[in-house]
């Protein structure tokens, strides 16, 4: 069982930025590859990006290329992203999710894990 808590969301202007957090459980999270996704209200759940176990790959979506940026500390059992020039239609609730496969994942049905997520709002 993986145990996903999310945190660093919030309200901030338009060009601003935030850098989210998703801690996992210690004796697991270097095991599983992770991956953020966003769900703004009445849309399906979207990927954003995702990192390997190791660190080494990542991958983004193209509407946060640029300007947002996955990393792991893999001694602190987090995964950060950091998302800059953020634009209103980066508004949703973000989640972390975690997947026991090597490699980088992008389907929300391919993630077994999920934390509870943090909202951020981006005003114009």
């Known amino acids: 069982q993986v145990q996903l808590v999310e945190s660093g969301g919030g309200l901030v202007q338009a060009g601003g930025s935030l850098r989210l957090s998703c801690e996992g459980s210690e004796r697991t999270f270097r095991s599983v590859g992770i991956g953020w996704f966003r769900q703004a209200p009445g849309n399906e759940r979207e990927f954003v990006t995702a990192?390997?176990?190791?660190?080494?790959?990542?991958y983004y979506e193209d509407f946060v290329k640029g300007r947002f940026t996955i990393s792991r500390d893999n001694a602190k059992n987090t995964v950060y992203l950091q998302m800059n020039s953020l634009k209103p239609e980066d508004t949703a609730v973000y989640y972390c999710?975690?997947?026991?496969?090597?490699?980088?994942?992008?389907?929300?049905?391919?993630?077994?894990?999920w934390g509870q997520g943090t909202q951020v709002t981006v005003s114009s």
């Open positions: 999710a975690a997947h026991m496969s090597l490699g980088l994942r992008i389907r929300v049905s391919q993630y077994e894990y």
């Open positions: 990192i390997s176990q190791s660190g080494d790959s990542t």
